[in-house]
């Protein structure tokens, strides 16, 4: 089988084109196509295909359209035979081909092929690869599918496709071959006339055409585009390009190297001339920000989860135009920050041009979020921009800062993100890195952008007996069923147990004994879980935050929950305790486990951590007493009648 996604979805069986039906089907072929070989399950479809509007029988559409491409795909295949195309797995699906029979995994692989060539010095083998590349193209990516995650790959894949361009069009400079290099970056800048090294390579081979009036005129036009769209002069590098023009001073062009740079000599400078006469062409000349704020004291554990995201963070050496991007999702005060932030520090030398961190506050008690406008004018800030040049508009922000870190390698930390499109808009392209926190599971972005998600869980038993022994000075020293009690009391939780720490470290004159029964006191514990006695970082506060984030039906949901104390929640109990119908019940115990609300303990089987076990025996109190009592009698009457 041959696929095409570099245009129109197309695929062939044998040489022969095959029809892949209607678009949605065609767009469910594409994504398991650009995942060949990887299972898919169909959460993920649906997301992909229908984004936030999902009908209630989308589960079903997945279905039928898998079973529509089998038919198309193998029709020799008889209803009973699983086929070997495409294949079911434990909870979705996978399209088995070569990946290099899928044209845009194809051009990714010629691409790293293209750079390493030209990194090694081996220039025409680099212009042939790049070449036979963009060859492979043949209209807009997945073009006619309709649904975000095509949307996505297209972007995507168009910011590859112009970085290869870019690349190819400064070795043909290189090579002495400006007329051909013109016609390509002719059609490219029309197809992104605000990307400014193009046009940056479009007026260095117009003027080594002889064409210096055109080269000159494409300045002007540039200088017009960017004042009326984004309300910002040209770059400094496209007006040092324009003065050079103006006096006639560009004289050679260096092939480019594995970011994209371009080398410029100006006339007169001996080949041995110092680093100073050499001007590095790039798109922007950029502060290097260093903004990590200090990893935790008595960081512990973890160290599966810091070691599988290091591997796969190092595995992209700068080659690649796609950024990776990671996201670590938990419950409050589980030490997501903290873990990001040891992670961040371990990688920060892989990332020489700096490293932004923005606190998004999604869950801040202080009120209102940082909107991905405001986050962007900060970054860009960060990155030298004045106040002045910063564009007014979201969508002029981001290519302002996509632009600016265009061949960079910057590591971006976004704490706290409450929704994909709060990040989505921050997400540079290239040699970029993105580590993210939120209390939310967005699986939207690993569909869509490809995004590395992660649960963090509270601490394992000796793991939190280590972080309190460290963080408790001697009050702990042969102490161990004191410490254990107190591990258990904390549900395994890094900020409960710093604020039981600190409060063992501050009362040295305060017996332990006294100290370990006021936690385990269970009213107003979580109160007593604050840092200094600050009860607006209390753990309770935290809390208050998610539960205020939720929809009516699953507020009300909760607090009839904490009713429930420690036991097992059933699909069947919640619905009796809501007085809703099962369906309904599952769906809103699935929202309240992915905000972490609840954890799952099996098939259609839920319970509380410790802690939030208290906060939502509290929040039931908050229920009126007529609506506590008439649940109750739901419940036992439907146990009763089970019995």
């Not at 750079?115 to 790049?130: D, I, N, S, Y």
């Not at 970056?185 to 003027?207: F, I, Q, S």
Request: hydrophobic share 40%; proline share 5%; with cysteine.
């Amino acid at each position: 089988m041959a696929v095409q996604l570099l245009g129109p979805v197309r695929a062939w069986r044998h040489g022969r084109e095959v029809v892949l039906g209607p678009p949605k089907q065609r767009a469910v072929f594409a994504l398991l196509a650009g995942r060949a070989n990887d299972v898919v399950n169909v959460d993920h479809i649906i997301d992909a295909v229908w984004g936030g509007d999902i009908p209630q029988t989308a589960a079903n559409g997945v279905h039928t359209y898998v079973a529509g491409l089998r038919r198309i795909l193998e029709p020799e295949r008889s209803r009973r035979e699983s086929g070997e195309l495409l294949i079911s797995t434990a909870g979705g699906y996978t399209l088995r081909t070569d990946p290099e029979a899928v044209d845009a995994t194809l051009f990714a692989r010629r691409h790293a092929q293209a750079r390493r060539a030209r990194a090694e010095g081996r220039l025409q083998e680099a212009l042939e690869t790049a070449e036979s590349a963009l060859s492979l193209w043949h209209g807009e990516a997945h073009s006619g599918v309709p649904g975000p995650f095509a949307a996505m790959e297209r972007t995507r894949l168009q910011d590859i496709r112009l970085t290869a361009v870019e690349e190819w069009a400064a070795d043909m400079l290189a090579v002495d071959r400006p007329v051909e290099a013109v016609t390509v970056l002719l059609g490219a800048v029309a197809e992104e006339p605000l990307r400014e090294k193009l046009r940056w390579l479009l007026m260095t081979a117009l003027y080594r055409c002889g064409r210096q009036a055109h080269a000159l005129e494409v300045y002007s036009e540039t200088r017009r585009l960017l004042r009326h769209e984004l309300g910002i002069d040209p770059s400094a590098e496209l007006r040092t390009l324009h003065q050079q023009i103006l006096t006639g001073s560009l004289v050679s062009v260096g092939a480019a190297d594995r970011t994209g740079t371009v080398t410029v000599t100006a006339a007169g400078a001996p080949t041995s001339a110092p680093e100073s006469a050499t001007t590095r062409m790039v798109l922007a000349e950029t502060p290097r920000p260093a903004q990590l704020p200090p990893v935790a004291r008595g960081f512990v554990g973890r160290s599966r989860e810091l070691e599988q995201l290091t591997r796969l963070l190092t595995e992209n050496d700068g080659r690649g135009a796609s950024t990776p991007i990671v996201v670590i999702d938990g419950p409050a005060g589980v030490g997501k920050t903290a873990f990001v932030l040891e992670l961040a520090h371990r990688l920060s030398e892989r990332f020489p041009d700096g490293q932004l961190y923005v606190d998004l506050r999604g869950t801040s008690m202080e009120g209102r979020s940082l909107s991905a406008c405001d986050a962007l004018r900060q970054v860009l800030r960060s990155l030298g921009v004045d106040e002045a040049r910063i564009p007014a508009d979201q969508a002029s922000r981001a290519t302002l800062y996509r632009s600016l870190l265009h061949g960079k390698r910057v590591l971006v930390m976004l704490d706290d993100v409450l929704s994909a499109d709060q990040l989505r808009p921050l997400i540079p392209g290239g040699s970029s890195c993105v580590l993210s926190t939120g209390r939310r599971r967005l699986g939207g972005l690993a569909v869509r952008d490809g995004a590395h998600l992660l649960r963090l869980d509270p601490l394992g038993t000796q793991d939190a007996l280590a972080l309190l022994r460290c963080l408790s000075g001697d009050r702990l020293r042969r102490q161990e069923a004191v410490a254990r009690r107190l591990v258990g009391l904390s549900g395994g939780r890094p900020l409960a147990l710093r604020m039981m720490a600190e409060t063992l470290a501050a009362n040295q004159d305060v017996p332990l004994a006294s100290l370990v029964e006021r936690f385990a006191e269970e009213h107003g514990r979580l109160d007593r879980l604050a840092s200094g006695g600050d009860t607006s970082s209390s753990l309770h506060g935290l809390f208050e935050t998610s539960y205020q984030a939720l929809p009516a039906e699953a507020a009300r949901m909760f607090r009839l929950l904490g009713l429930f104390g420690d036991g097992l929640i059933t699909v069947s109990a919640a619905a009796d305790l809501t007085g809703t119908t099962e369906p309904e019940a599952a769906g809103t115990l699935r929202l309240l486990a992915r905000r972490h609300l609840l954890v799952e303990a099996g098939r259609d089987e839920y319970r509380f951590h410790e802690l939030m076990r208290l906060y939502a025996a509290e929040c039931a109190e908050r229920e009126p007493l007529t609506h506590r009592s008439a649940a109750v009698a739901r419940l036992l009457q439907a146990t009763a009648s089970v019995a």
